[in-house]
T-cell receptor
Framework: ELKVEQNPLFLSMQEGKNYTIYCNYSTTSDRLYWYRQDPGKSLESLFVLLSNGAVKQEGRLMASLDTKARLSTLHITAAVHDLSATYFCAAIPSNYGGSQGNLIFGKGTKLSVKP | DSGVTQTPKHLITATGQRVTLRCSPRSGDLSVYWYQQSLDQGLQFLIQYYNGEERAKGNILERFSAQQFPDLHSELNLSSLELGDSALYFC????????????FGSGTRLTVV
């Protein structure tokens, strides 16, 4: 059974600093997703990582995937207050065919960026 | 607007009651997924439908059921509601293809009193 673990679960950062959120998954997965959620809101897709070594960047966020280590990271560069949110990673069990499989989520990392 | 529509946005009901949550997927998406988000359990997968057929089940209680209709919209039925069922319920949809993602609706906040 696929399990996804994120750490840290809570992260308080100062503006301008860098930090990394880690996402480990327990069994082989086809893809790795990162989502952002603001309080009481929906999940906004950030990145889809499809293969080993994949790296994607959008603004101050960069995500990478190491399928051998079953590890994905979300790196935050020079944090700003607007990045305050909860970040989720999610994986799909790799034994799906045909339709896409269901996402298995980590518990989320609540990021607070303080001036 | 993500293209996935969920109604209602908010629902307050009493214990023991039954409610129906509705989801219209993004145009062209055949798969619909239901998730429950609560403070203590996080985001839990409930059930998936693909083109009208149940495809996968997660941690869905027997009191809960779902279906997907020929026009691909889906309904999640929650019955004999308990206080612990209070949560945000999300619907997501997807289409076949490695690069395509999952699009989430804005959710239904259910409060059981």
């Amino acid at each position: 059974e696929l399990k996804v673990e994120q750490n840290p679960l809570f992260l308080s950062m100062q503006e301008g600093k860098n930090y990394t959120i880690y996402c480990n998954y327990s069994t082989t997965s086809d893809r790795l997703y990162w989502y952002r959620q603001d309080p009481g809101k929906s999940l906004e897709s950030l990145f889809v990582l499809l293969s080993n070594g994949a790296v994607k960047q959008e603004g101050r966020l960069m995500a990478s995937l190491d399928t051998k280590a079953r590890l994905s990271t979300l790196h935050i560069t020079a944090a700003v207050h607007d990045l305050s949110a909860t970040y989720f990673c999610a994986a799909i069990p790799s034994n799906y065919g045909g339709s896409q499989g269901n996402l298995i989520f980590g518990k989320g990392t609540k990021l607070s960026v303080k001036p | 607007d993500s293209g996935v529509t969920q109604t209602p946005k908010h629902l307050i009901t009493a214990t023991g009651q039954r409610v129906t949550l509705r989801c219209s997927p993004r145009s062209g998406d055949l798969s619909v997924y239901w998730y429950q988000q609560s403070l203590d359990q996080g985001l839990q997968f409930l059930i998936q439908y693909y083109n009208g057929e149940e495809r996968a089940k997660g941690n869905i209680l027997e009191r809960f059921s779902a279906q997907q209709f020929p026009d691909l919209h889906s309904e999640l039925n929650l019955s004999s509601l308990e206080l612990g069922d209070s949560a945000l319920y999300f619907c997501a949809s997807s289409r076949i293809g490695l690069t395509s993602g999952y699009t989430f609706g804005s959710g239904t906040r259910l409060t059981v009193v």
